[in-house]
């Protein structure tokens, strides 16, 4: 997953991911944290705000966490 953000965020510049579930956004945090370090030797950072969703998942309405992801270009001093 990490290195289909750092892809989003190389080709578009953003990405937006969702986790349901303590485990699921554990691995989107973990995720977004490897895709930092992928980006890093192109010139790139990060950013993100987390918010919540509610979705409709078999008919059942559940919260989730969204994480929107955008690059940011390092200025080097």
């Known amino acids: ?3 289909a953000i ?3 965020l190389r080709n ?3 990405v937006e991911v969702q986790a349901i ?3 699921a956004v554990n691995q989107a945090v973990k995720a977004i944290a490897i ?3 992928y980006i ?3 010139g790139l950072d990060l950013q993100t705000r987390p918010s919540f969703v509610k979705l409709e ?3 059942e309405e559940r919260t989730a966490v969204r994480f929107a992801v955008q690059s940011v270009v390092v200025e080097h001093s």
């Open 6 to 8: 750092a892809a989003l």
């Open 21 to 23: 579930g303590p485990h």
């Open 40 to 42: 890093e030797a192109d």
């Open 57 to 59: 998942l078999q008919n």
């Open 35 to 37: 895709a930092r370090s």
């Open 1 to 3: 997953m990490a290195g």
């Open 12 to 14: 578009e510049g953003e």
